[in-house]
Nanobody
């Protein structure tokens, strides 16, 4: 059993930064991943990280702007978002699962935190 809670969302101007946090409790999986979904859009992967921090991956749209990281204990995962664009506006979800095929396959989801970027 895994429980996830996202925080750190909010409203910013284009070009600004936000740092999302995901606190995990209960049974530990071996990876975490961030997803997002904007109104009228399909859910998409933002990025993920393998426990231990040896492997990370990102969507092409956020490479060079977003960074996924975790604390030493692996209990908190972060999404640092820089150079934000209006198209980054979405509900962001933290997930936990098992690493397979080069990415994290989630089976637990948080409630989400809203990120809004204005032009």
């Amino acid at each position: 059993q895994v429980q996830l809670m996202e925080s750190g969302g909010g409203s910013v101007q284009a070009g600004g930064s936000l740092r999302l946090s995901c606190a995990a409790s209960g049974y530990s999986r071996n990876c975490k991943a961030w997803f997002r979904q904007a109104p009228g859009k399909e859910r998409e992967v933002v990025g993920g990280i393998l426990t231990g921090g040896l492997n990370t991956y990102y969507a092409n749209s956020v490479i060079g702007r977003f960074t996924v990281s975790q604390d030493v204990a692996g209990k908190t995962v972060y999404l640092q978002m820089n150079s934000l664009k209006p198209e980054d506006t979405a509900m962001y979800y933290c997930t936990a699962g098992f690493w397979y095929g080069g990415s994290c396959q989630p089976d637990y989801w948080g409630q989400g935190t809203q990120v809004t970027v204005s032009s």
